[in-house]
Protein backbone atom coordinates (compact mmCIF):
# COMPACT_ATOMS: atom_id res chain seq x y z
CA UNK A 1 0.00 0.00 0.00
CA UNK A 2 1.66 3.23 -0.82
CA UNK A 3 1.28 6.38 1.11
CA UNK A 4 -1.50 7.83 -0.77
CA UNK A 5 -3.89 4.99 -0.73
CA UNK A 6 -6.39 5.27 2.30
CA UNK A 7 -7.68 2.31 4.38
CA UNK A 8 -10.92 3.49 2.66
CA UNK A 9 -9.44 2.14 -0.42
CA UNK A 10 -7.91 -1.05 -0.08
CA UNK A 11 -10.62 -2.62 2.00
CA UNK A 12 -8.01 -3.14 5.13
CA UNK A 13 -10.41 -1.67 8.15
CA UNK A 14 -13.64 -3.68 6.82
CA UNK A 15 -13.65 -5.52 9.74
CA UNK A 16 -14.10 -2.49 11.74
CA UNK A 17 -16.49 -0.05 10.05
CA UNK A 18 -17.79 2.91 11.94
CA UNK A 19 -21.23 3.40 11.62
CA UNK A 20 -20.58 6.05 9.41
CA UNK A 21 -18.70 4.16 7.17
CA UNK A 22 -21.60 1.79 7.20
CA UNK A 23 -23.74 4.81 6.16
CA UNK A 24 -21.38 5.69 3.33
CA UNK A 25 -22.65 1.83 2.16
CA UNK A 26 -26.24 2.08 2.56
CA UNK A 27 -25.84 5.32 0.73
CA UNK A 28 -23.61 3.97 -2.15
CA UNK A 29 -25.80 1.13 -2.09
CA UNK A 30 -29.18 3.57 -2.35
CA UNK A 31 -27.59 5.29 -5.10
CA UNK A 32 -26.92 2.47 -7.04
CA UNK A 33 -29.97 1.07 -7.07
CA UNK A 34 -31.54 4.10 -8.67
CA UNK A 35 -28.58 4.20 -11.31
CA UNK A 36 -29.73 0.31 -11.95
CA UNK A 37 -33.29 0.81 -11.95
CA UNK A 38 -32.87 4.21 -13.97
CA UNK A 39 -33.02 3.14 -17.23
CA UNK A 40 -35.30 0.32 -17.07
CA UNK A 41 -37.66 2.58 -15.32
CA UNK A 42 -37.58 4.89 -18.29
CA UNK A 43 -38.67 1.84 -20.60
CA UNK A 44 -41.35 1.32 -18.68
CA UNK A 45 -42.87 4.39 -18.06
CA UNK A 46 -43.36 4.63 -21.83
CA UNK A 47 -45.94 1.65 -21.19
CA UNK A 48 -47.06 2.97 -18.27
CA UNK A 49 -45.53 0.01 -16.41
CA UNK A 50 -44.19 -0.14 -12.88
CA UNK A 51 -41.23 -2.28 -11.27
CA UNK A 52 -43.10 -4.51 -9.84
CA UNK A 53 -43.96 -6.01 -14.18
CA UNK A 54 -40.08 -5.84 -14.36
CA UNK A 55 -39.88 -7.97 -11.79
CA UNK A 56 -42.43 -10.30 -12.45
CA UNK A 57 -41.54 -10.04 -16.23
CA UNK A 58 -37.85 -11.05 -15.31
CA UNK A 59 -38.74 -14.10 -12.92
CA UNK A 60 -41.17 -15.48 -15.17
CA UNK A 61 -38.26 -15.47 -17.84
CA UNK A 62 -36.48 -16.88 -15.53
CA UNK A 63 -38.48 -19.57 -14.71
CA UNK A 64 -40.76 -20.42 -17.84
CA UNK A 65 -44.19 -22.58 -16.66
CA UNK A 66 -43.53 -21.27 -13.27
CA UNK A 67 -46.97 -21.21 -11.03
CA UNK A 68 -48.35 -18.33 -9.73
CA UNK A 69 -47.96 -19.62 -5.98
CA UNK A 70 -44.44 -19.68 -6.49
CA UNK A 71 -43.85 -15.90 -8.27
CA UNK A 72 -46.00 -14.77 -5.75
CA UNK A 73 -43.14 -16.44 -2.93
CA UNK A 74 -40.36 -15.29 -4.89
CA UNK A 75 -41.57 -11.60 -5.43
CA UNK A 76 -43.06 -11.26 -1.75
CA UNK A 77 -46.10 -9.53 -2.09
CA UNK A 78 -49.81 -9.99 -1.68
CA UNK A 79 -51.39 -11.93 -4.29
CA UNK A 80 -53.96 -9.00 -4.98
CA UNK A 81 -50.81 -6.36 -5.77
CA UNK A 82 -49.36 -9.65 -7.90
CA UNK A 83 -52.82 -10.27 -9.95
CA UNK A 84 -53.48 -6.65 -10.88
CA UNK A 85 -49.83 -6.93 -12.34
CA UNK A 86 -50.23 -10.04 -14.08
CA UNK A 87 -53.57 -8.92 -15.31
CA UNK A 88 -52.13 -6.21 -17.37
CA UNK A 89 -49.31 -7.96 -18.51
CA UNK A 90 -51.57 -10.95 -20.06
CA UNK A 91 -54.09 -8.06 -21.03
CA UNK A 92 -51.17 -6.46 -23.00
CA UNK A 93 -49.88 -10.40 -24.53
CA UNK A 94 -46.83 -10.29 -22.84
CA UNK A 95 -47.60 -13.27 -20.55
CA UNK A 96 -49.53 -16.42 -21.38
CA UNK A 97 -51.58 -17.70 -18.66
CA UNK A 98 -51.85 -21.23 -18.62
CA UNK A 99 -54.33 -24.19 -16.30
CA UNK A 100 -51.78 -26.60 -14.81
CA UNK A 101 -52.04 -30.62 -16.21
CA UNK A 102 -51.85 -32.43 -12.81
CA UNK A 103 -53.43 -29.21 -11.09
CA UNK A 104 -55.97 -27.74 -12.43
CA UNK A 105 -56.28 -25.35 -9.35
CA UNK A 106 -52.42 -24.14 -10.77
CA UNK A 107 -51.80 -21.35 -13.26
CA UNK A 108 -48.83 -21.69 -15.50
CA UNK A 109 -46.75 -18.31 -16.57
CA UNK A 110 -44.48 -18.07 -19.30
CA UNK A 111 -43.69 -15.18 -22.01
CA UNK A 112 -44.79 -14.41 -25.03
CA UNK A 113 -42.40 -13.25 -27.93
CA UNK A 114 -43.50 -10.35 -26.95
CA UNK A 115 -43.23 -10.51 -23.23
CA UNK A 116 -39.45 -12.16 -24.38
CA UNK A 117 -38.57 -8.76 -26.45
CA UNK A 118 -39.58 -6.25 -23.66
CA UNK A 119 -38.00 -8.06 -20.99
CA UNK A 120 -34.90 -8.58 -22.77
CA UNK A 121 -35.01 -4.70 -23.67
CA UNK A 122 -35.33 -4.07 -19.69
CA UNK A 123 -32.65 -6.90 -18.88
CA UNK A 124 -29.86 -5.45 -21.67
CA UNK A 125 -29.78 -2.07 -19.64
CA UNK A 126 -29.37 -3.49 -16.76
CA UNK A 127 -26.54 -6.14 -18.14
CA UNK A 128 -24.76 -2.62 -19.77
CA UNK A 129 -24.39 -0.80 -16.63
CA UNK A 130 -23.73 -3.87 -14.68
CA UNK A 131 -20.91 -5.10 -16.81
CA UNK A 132 -19.15 -1.73 -17.36
CA UNK A 133 -19.25 -1.36 -13.05
CA UNK A 134 -17.47 -5.27 -12.98
CA UNK A 135 -14.94 -4.65 -15.92
CA UNK A 136 -13.86 -0.78 -13.51
CA UNK A 137 -14.26 -3.15 -10.44
CA UNK A 138 -12.28 -6.22 -11.67
CA UNK A 139 -12.86 -10.12 -10.80
CA UNK A 140 -12.00 -9.47 -6.88
CA UNK A 141 -14.33 -6.90 -6.53
CA UNK A 142 -17.00 -8.49 -8.11
CA UNK A 143 -17.01 -11.78 -6.03
CA UNK A 144 -16.48 -9.79 -2.94
CA UNK A 145 -19.83 -7.67 -3.84
CA UNK A 146 -21.59 -11.07 -4.65
CA UNK A 147 -20.52 -12.29 -1.33
CA UNK A 148 -21.32 -9.50 0.57
CA UNK A 149 -24.82 -9.34 -1.20
CA UNK A 150 -25.40 -12.86 -0.41
CA UNK A 151 -24.05 -12.53 3.27
CA UNK A 152 -26.88 -9.70 3.50
CA UNK A 153 -29.76 -11.84 2.07
CA UNK A 154 -32.34 -13.55 4.99
CA UNK A 155 -31.30 -17.58 4.92
CA UNK A 156 -34.80 -18.18 2.94
CA UNK A 157 -34.32 -15.52 0.51
CA UNK A 158 -30.66 -17.06 0.02
CA UNK A 159 -31.84 -20.57 -0.40
CA UNK A 160 -34.55 -19.06 -3.32
CA UNK A 161 -31.76 -17.16 -4.68
CA UNK A 162 -29.80 -20.30 -4.80
CA UNK A 163 -32.78 -21.87 -6.36
CA UNK A 164 -33.17 -19.90 -8.99
CA UNK A 165 -28.88 -19.25 -9.92
CA UNK A 166 -28.00 -22.84 -9.66
CA UNK A 167 -26.24 -23.77 -12.88
CA UNK A 168 -25.45 -19.98 -13.61
CA UNK A 169 -21.31 -19.48 -14.05
CA UNK A 170 -21.62 -15.87 -13.35
Known amino acids: MTDQTSPRETGQSLLYLTDE ?9 FFAYRGFTADPDRILAEKSYGR ?8 IRRSPGTTVN ?11 SLNRVLRTLID ?13 RERHLTLTDA ?12 RNRMRAAYR ?18 DPELRRQYNGLTEGDTT
Not at 52 to 59: D, E, I, K, M, V
Not at 92 to 104: A, K
Open 136 to 153: AAGPEAVHGFRTVLEAMM
Open 70 to 80: NLLTILGVTKQ
Open 21 to 29: QLGNGIEAM
Open 52 to 59: AHHRALHF
Open 92 to 104: DGLVLNTVGTRDR
Open 115 to 126: GLAMEKQLADVQ
